[in-house]
């Protein structure tokens, strides 16, 4: 991890007992809280046999004042989403809200955030939206096996493997590879997951200041954050992680720590206050 990642995360670690001290404890979990994850920028780093980053460091710091202690692995995304899905996940994190995620979680919101097309700056017209991305048929799209981000997104998704344009990959760092060497033209996904992988990547140094963000209509403006298990969790549990995470929502230290790390120009094409 580069000294500027640890610089941010010695920041975001002092910001977290004032989000704890506002915190009223109450009933401990009746057990360990169950969270797979998967690295996703700098919300969640997996890597050297650790897990960290925001939401983890998150949790361990407010975790104790609420009486609760979590169990991070580390896994696929596309195996994170079934793990919900299934009730063999407690937390779900982090996860842009949709409807089909609702059947399954309670949502509570941390930042809002967006999806963006995202290629090498080139001299190729700008992609107005959609429609205009399905018909120039010569730029290939990669995308992460797992990330959803609403029914606009599957439904692009799904013509784009119709038309045999479509990589899928299992983590960012594999589609921040494939864009330096050239394999694909253009990836969608929040900017500031490609930028964690892409400062994690040696081999693909130097792209991130020659990322070209392009927004379309189509991927708007959402809320991000994370999932409490309907199925997984008693009553109690739940009602004990809900007060814990909203509070964390409201002491602003997700954003905080975004803003910490991230350049103005990759912020601000994809998050902003819930």
């Given at each position: 991890m580069t000294g500027r990642v640890h610089s941010f995360f010695r920041q975001l670690l002092a910001a977290l007992p004032f989000a704890a001290a506002a915190m009223p404890a109450h009933a401990d979990c009746s057990r360990d809280i169950t969270v797979p994850v998967s690295t996703t920028g700098v919300s969640v780093i997996v890597g050297n046999g650790t897990i960290s980053g925001i939401y983890p460091d998150l949790f361990r710091s407010l975790g104790p004042r609420a009486g609760c202690h979590f169990t991070f692995s580390a896994v696929p995304r596309a195996r994170q989403e079934l793990l919900f899905e299934s009730g063999k996940a407690d937390l779900l994190l982090p996860a842009t809200r949709t409807p089909a995620r609702d059947a399954h979680g309670i949502f509570v919101p941390m930042v809002g955030h967006r999806a963006v097309l995202i290629s090498l700056r080139s001299p190729r017209p700008q992609i107005a939206n959609a429609q205009d991305l399905l018909d120039r048929r010569d730029l290939r799209v990669a995308v992460v096996r797992g990330y959803d981000y609403g029914?606009?997104?599957?439904?692009?998704?799904?013509?784009?493997?119709?038309?045999?344009?479509?990589?899928?990959?299992?983590?960012?760092?594999?589609?921040?590879?494939?864009?330096?060497?050239?394999?694909?033209?253009?990836?969608?996904?929040?900017?500031?997951?490609?930028?964690?992988?892409?400062?994690?990547?040696?081999?693909?140094?130097?792209?991130?200041?020659?990322?070209?963000?392009?927004?379309?209509?189509?991927?708007?403006?959402?809320?991000?954050?994370?999932?409490?298990?309907?199925?997984?969790?008693?009553?109690?549990?739940?009602?004990?992680?809900?007060?814990?995470?909203?509070?964390?929502?409201?002491?602003?230290?997700?954003?905080?720590?975004?803003?910490?790390?991230?350049?103005?120009?990759?912020?601000?094409?994809?998050?902003?206050?819930?």
């Open positions: 029914e606009a997104y599957q439904a692009l998704v799904r013509e784009l493997g119709r038309q045999g344009r479509l990589f899928t990959e299992v983590d960012a760092t594999a589609i921040a590879r494939l864009l330096y060497a050239g394999a694909v033209d253009i990836t969608i996904m929040g900017p500031t997951i490609l930028a964690g992988a892409i400062n994690r990547e040696t081999r693909v140094n130097g792209m991130l200041e020659k990322l070209r963000l392009e927004p379309i209509p189509e991927l708007p403006w959402q809320q991000t954050g994370v999932y409490v298990s309907r199925r997984s969790l008693t009553p109690d549990d739940r009602a004990a992680l809900l007060e814990l995470l909203e509070r964390a929502a409201k002491s602003n230290v997700v954003l905080e720590g975004f803003q910490r790390y991230h350049k103005p120009e990759i912020l601000n094409e994809s998050v902003r206050p819930r």
